[in-house]
């Protein structure tokens, strides 16, 4: 049985309606912003706390809208899988003010729904981008 992680993600939107996807140093796949707890954190509050730390978005923990818990693949550790809790960030943003800060080496902003590039995590091209095309995500919704 493969290891598991816990982690937080969240989609983040832009102005355009794309959405936010960084690559960490050392790796080549790209995925949501997020991490793992720190102790005593809730899953929101480890998405707030890593969204602020790796582009520099705030969001209150308490804003987040939960969006689903899935079990994947994990992108860049062989045999572990991520029990990843997803949550989107209100609003939308503005790419010129969001910056790659801590492990993160890299952002991209990809449109929800086109065909996903080969270098997406697999909770992004398995579980997420799925999801957001069956509900017709509209992400102005949350401005």
């Not at 005593?40 to 689903?68: F, H, K």
């Amino acid at each position: 049985m493969p290891d598991r992680i816990v982690v937080s993600a969240v989609c983040v939107y832009s102005l355009d309606g794309l959405l936010l996807t960084v690559r960490k140093r050392g790796t080549d796949r790209f995925m949501h912003p997020g991490g793992k707890p720190e102790p005593g954190e809730s899953p929101a509050e480890t998405a707030s706390r890593e969204l602020l730390e790796e582009v520099g978005i705030q969001v209150a923990a308490e804003a987040l809208m939960p969006l689903g818990v899935w079990i994947a693949r994990a992108a860049n550790e062989a045999a572990t899988d991520i029990e990843a809790t997803v949550f989107t960030a209100p609003g939308a943003h503005d790419p010129r003010e969001v910056h790659p800060a801590a492990e993160i080496a890299e952002l991209r902003w990809i449109d929800p729904e086109a065909e996903p590039a080969a270098d997406l995590a697999p909770l992004l091209t398995d579980h997420v981008l799925p999801l957001l095309a069956r509900q017709g995500h509209d992400p102005s919704a949350g401005r």
